[in-house]
């Protein structure tokens, strides 16, 4: 494909994701997704600290509200996580007690908030049961509360071996990676698998891992530029302090919660988009055939 047909199709395509976006009101489901997914924060980590204390590990939930918001900037996590170390000072000896099957549920809500978001962006209408649907976002929650202790651990124990290394290998303490590097390490790859096991499991359809990477590639890079761009924001010009007084911490995670929310529906719309144009050029392909002709379109009709 020339220059030109690459410029066009790529053109055609972000149209087809951005129109699709816009007509299925992305920005209204991105505070939907903003919103349930703040809501659903603490009661998860409620319940990994309930899990976490009845797998005789009671630290890891502290350690994986920092985890979680490793990746954020840091004056927007720092008030969301000092409120959630408060809510954790809180001891939950029980693990099956009403407030943390309550927790489940509610951060189900979250998991469900992403599923309808997706279901939109990938044009797929849910037929399968809703008992089934939510079921699966309870077991994800259980899951995604395990792989988070199993997480910390890493996080913990790779300074100590780091050190153990040193002290029998002085000489390879040139080249070890520092734990900042370690520690943002592990929580990047916790957010690409995330993303990954979102856009794979909770959407109706069926697709493959190629057909996931654009719109990962493209919500990691977004993710990115709006994390600098609204941390930079805050330090220059934004003061939520005055507008919002003692809610500033929580609107302020909101609004950066709202922005990774249209994202992350956007990566979404850009693998339907992608997956539309194949589509059709398959068509074309298989149409050019059959008449005896050769090649396909170069563009498609929205």
Known sequence: MSRRGIFVA?????????????????????????????????????????????????EAADRASDLVFDTWPQNIAKPVVDQIHAVLTERRPGLLTFGVIAAVWFASNGVEALRTALNRAYRQREMRSIFLLRLQSIVLVIVGSLILIAYTFLVVLAPLALAMLQRYFPAVSDVLVSIDIIRFGVAGSLLVFGLFATHWLLPSGQRRFLDLLPGVAATLVLWMIAGVSFGAYLASFANYVTTYGGLAGVMTAIVFLYICSAAFILGGELNAALLRVRSIRKKARAEAVKDGRSGAPADYQD
């Open 10 to 58: 790529t053109f055609q395509v972000l149209k087809d994701a951005l129109g699709h976006f816009g007509r299925d009101d992305g920005f209204a489901m991105a505070s939907h997704v903003a919103l349930s997914a703040l809501l659903a924060v603490f009661p998860l980590l409620i319940f990994i600290a309930a899990l976490a204390g009845f797998l005789g590990v009671g």
